[in-house]
């Protein structure tokens, strides 16, 4: 892929000093961002060789497979399926909303709503059991990204790889335009607010999802948005390491409103 932009070395800076700030305070241990102008195709990154557990990131893949299940065998999103016996899950969620309950029927569309609205992880255990795992090995490997092991107690990524899950939801490259559509529209409804929408202005149209991960000892928080703003629309993906959940959703904020600003003031491309 293309170097990432000179002209957005000043983007960067501040960028890197908002997180350097608040390492020097302790309560970060990493940080990660991946910005992208959709429009002009510049890109720029910070601390791109850090690893992060996905957490609820995963979900995004997740909703991008079954799509692709579904343009390969139409009926798909219809398929119902019961939510018989409750799956163990490991860890405690911080940020909770609505859930699928026991013993009630769900089609896959309904499924991926719970999913990837409410960031439900019943919904996800469910649809990850019934998922063609072909279908999601391909669209890693599509990517460019290893294959998933589904063996594996959790799965890791950079800054930059996660945000191609993104990418092809935005360029419609991945999937049809109508189920790109589909996968942005779902990531638009999500309700997570403690993140990248508390650093711009109420009612920018934003489509994006969340991820926790961690454990006592330290815990992370990620966010990836496409954020549309006017005329244009850009990508901002940032993956965090810190202490507590509190001072990690007020970076994402501080890196978002950061990166607004600057996206607020560019004079439009001469047209």
Known sequence: EECPSESLSTLNQSISSIIGAYQQAQTV??????????????????????EYESGSLFKVPVMITFLKMDEENPGVLNKKITYSKPFSLAKEVNFTSKHIELG?????????KYMIVYSDNNATSLL????????????????????????????YFNVQGFSLFMRTIYNASYLSKENSEFA??????????????????NGTPMAHKFGEAGDQNQVQLHESAIIYLDNKAYLLTVMTKGKDMKTLSKLLADISKAVYDTQKSEPLSSL
């Open 29 to 50: 241990t990493a940080a990660s961002v991946y910005f992208r102008d959709f429009d002009t195709a510049q890109w720029t990154i910070v601390n791109e060789t850090e």
């Open 104 to 112: 009630k029927q769900y089609t896959v569309g309904e499924l991926l």
């Open 128 to 155: 990850i059991a019934n998922i063609n795992k072909n279908t999601i090995q391909k669209l890693f490997e599509d990517l460019g990204m290893p294959k998933p092991n589904f063996y594996a107690p959790k799965f």
């Open 184 to 201: 942005a529209q779902l990531l638009s409804e999500s309700d997570f607010k403690d993140g990248l929408l508390k650093g711009i202005p």
